[in-house]
Each structure stands twice: as structure tokens, then as C-alpha cells.
């Protein structure tokens, strides 16, 4: 089973941009499966954040970041990038990216079987 490393969280200021790297353990691919980011703000259920279909052809996003988050893929790479531009406090959070061969539904916690270990973006006002 592919193991997920998240990379390139930290602090921002309100209105910067960080961009998140997911990538899978060494010697592994998972150009055939699709990843979706989630996020965890303290004392709140892990939410949906955007996703991408194995293929890349398909992306998905929650309604609060589609218009300033865009997710993408690098399979020769194996690895999937969020890029956060127009960030927010609101937006503070442990971002975790979560991948799996069959998703039916990408904003569906459950639909994943691999997860990585999280990374913090903390935006300050």
C-alpha cells in the first residue's frame, strides 16, 4: 500500500500563498489512484478541501476554497499539489492528503484507505 508524505505547510500571512506537496513513499506510485486534501481545524471534524482523479481530468473543491485553491497531479513525479493563493485565518488548519484506487465519492472521508501525517498551514490576520 502506497504511504503519503505531506510537505510545505507553515505560517502566512493573510492574502499569501503556500502551496502543499503530497507525495508517495519512495519506490511506490499512485498514478493510479485518486488523492483528495482534507483539512482539521483544532476542536473540528477533518473537512474536504479538493481532489483529483487518477487521470487528473476531474477535480473537485469545497465551495469556500474553488476559486482560490487549485489542485494538481505530477505522475512521473508521484506526487499531487495544492496551491493555496488569497489565503484566509479561516483557512488554518492540519492539511492531510488521503488517496485511494476506487472513489466513488471524492468529498467522502470514508472513500480513502491511505492517509499521510498531516501538515499545518497557519494563516495570520
Known amino acids: 500500500q502506497v504511504q503519503l508524505v505531506e510537505s510545505g505547510g507553515g505560517l502566512v500571512q493573510a492574502g499569501g500563498s503556500l502551496r502543499l506537496s503530497c507525495a508517495a513513499s519512495?519506490?511506490?506510485?499512485?498514478?493510479?489512484?485518486?488523492v483528495g486534501w482534507f483539512r482539521q481545524a483544532p476542536g473540528k471534524e477533518r473537512k474536504f478541501v479538493a481532489a483529483?482523479?487518477?487521470?487528473?481530468?476531474?477535480?473537485f473543491y469545497t465551495e469556500s476554497v474553488k476559486d482560490r485553491f487549485r489542485i494538481s497531479r505530477d505522475n512521473a513525479k508521484n506526487t499531487v499539489f495544492l496551491q493555496m493563493n488569497s489565503l484566509k485565518p479561516e483557512d488554518t488548519a492540519v492539511y492531510y492528503c488521503?488517496?485511494?484506487?476506487?472513489?466513488?465519492?471524492?468529498?467522502?472521508?470514508?472513500?480513502?484507505?491511505?492517509w499521510g501525517q498531516g501538515t499545518q498551514v497557519t494563516v495570520s490576520a
Open positions: 483529483i482523479s487518477w487521470t487528473g481530468g476531474a477535480t
Open positions: 519512495s519506490g511506490r506510485t499512485f498514478s493510479n489512484y485518486g
Open positions: 488521503a488517496a485511494a484506487r476506487m472513489i466513488t465519492d471524492y468529498v467522502v472521508h470514508d472513500a480513502y484507505d491511505t
